[in-house]
T-cell receptor
Framework: DTEVTQTPKHLVMGMTNKKSLKCEQH?????MYWYKQKAKKPPELMFV???????INESVPSRFSPECPNSSLLNLHLHALQPEDSALYLC????????????FGNGTRLTVT | RKEVEQDPGPFNVPEGATVAFNCTYS??????FFWYRQDCRKEPKLLMS???SGNEDGRFTAQLNRASQYISLLIRDSKLSDSATYLC???????????FGTGTQLKVEL
């Protein structure tokens, strides 16, 4: 069982919808991440939060908006997505120390119609 | 040149075989490396961390060669359940930036 929980597991949304992906961890990790993964490709980094502050944004389009309300929660707000945004969205967390491995959630499988 | 490169495979091996994967990285300043395993439509799961010259855990051995900038993963006595994609991961930049290789697909067959 993963200690990083993501909801929902599956999401289908239209291009005009607004939805949010949620991620929660209670391991005391202070870095949290969003990755996007297309079929047969490796995960691609989108955002990193370190101590609840956005530290890395990999030039992600503004239709994806991250939010870190506290050290345990990470959200990804979605608006006006395109069909090519359909993918597996993975949340991960890691301890405060640099060079620590990531712990991934189960992911949200997103389909944009 | 990609920051982290792997042979995508697939590697098709019989059960009981020994198989090795290599991964090269371009940033000589990278300090930490990891091997993750990912099953189809699942999240990546940490298999091994590689901080110094190498690490061994049961049937799995990871080696780090800093001079040649590659890490390897050796799997001995392959099981059917080892079939998965193996992702090589490196810290490649400042902050908490981890970069994934493309992954190597392993299929263990009867």
């Amino acid at each position: 069982d993963t200690e990083v929980t993501q909801t929902p597991k599956h999401l289908v949304m239209g291009m005009t919808n607004k939805k949010s992906l949620k991620c929660e961890q209670h391991m005391g990790h202070r870095a949290m991440y969003w990755y996007k993964q297309k079929a047969k490709k490796p995960p691609e980094l989108m955002f990193v939060y370190s101590y609840e502050k956005l530290s890395i944004n990999e030039s992600v389009p503004s239709r994806f908006s991250p939010e870190c309300p506290n050290s345990s929660l990470l959200n990804l707000h979605l608006h006006a997505l395109q069909p090519e945004d359909s993918a597996l969205y993975l949340c991960a967390s890691s301890p405060p120390l640099n060079n620590s491995p990531l712990h991934f959630g189960n992911g949200t499988r997103l389909t944009v119609t | 040149r990609k920051e982290v490169e792997q042979d995508p495979g697939p590697f098709n091996v019989p059960e009981g075989a020994t198989v090795a994967f290599n991964c090269t990285y371009s940033n000589s300043a990278s300090q930490s490396f990891f091997w993750y395993r990912q099953d189809c439509r699942k999240e990546p799961k940490l298999l091994m961390s590689v901080y110094s010259s190498g690490n061994e855990d049961g049937r799995f051995t990871a080696q780090l060669n800093r001079a040649s900038q590659y890490i390897s993963l050796l799997i001995r006595d392959s099981k059917l359940s080892d079939s998965a994609t193996y992702l090589c991961v490196a810290f490649t930049g400042g902050g908490n930036k981890l970069t994934f290789g493309t992954g190597t697909q392993l299929k263990v067959e009867l």
